[in-house]
């Protein structure tokens, strides 16, 4: 069964991003759900949450929500979902992933589809 990585702010496109997780289920993928939202309640439950990327990149999501520094933030959940998806891969838990997201979203999927080696299907 093939890994896809799906990358979403969870907070504005949840939704979506569960429709695409079950989607690619029913057509035998074992699809994983990353939340890149930063400061409002996901729409639906991540499988990996912006907390544990922020913890991968050396902060706490309290801190930088109450900072309100938006910079500061998504450079920690997009550094951190870099570190995460690197380590899936690492395992073999990763072979391919897509993003959905707006500006943001798309910028910071983005982001952790270029930390991934060439040849990895990513949309």
């Known amino acids: 069964m093939k890994n896809l990585l799906v990358i979403a702010t969870l907070d504005t496109k949840g939704r979506e991003a569960a429709y695409v997780r079950d989607c690619a289920a029913e057509r035998g993928a074992h699809p994983v759900l990353m939340d890149i939202g930063v400061v409002g ?17 050396g902060c706490d999501i309290d801190d930088l929500v109450r900072a309100r520094d938006r910079a500061k933030a998504l450079a920690a959940i997009q550094e951190g979902g ?13 072979d391919g992933v897509i993003g959905l997201g707006g500006g943001t979203g798309t910028a910071m999927a983005a982001f952790i589809m270029r930390s991934l080696p060439f040849g990895l299907p990513k949309v």
């Not at 639906?44 to 990327?53: F, G, K, N, Q, Y």
């Not at 870099?82 to 990763?94: D, I």
């Open 82 to 94: 870099s570190l995460v998806a690197r380590r899936l891969l690492k395992e073999g838990r990763l």
């Open 41 to 57: 309640v996901p729409q639906t439950r991540p499988d990996i949450a912006s907390r544990e990327l922020a913890e991968a990149a």
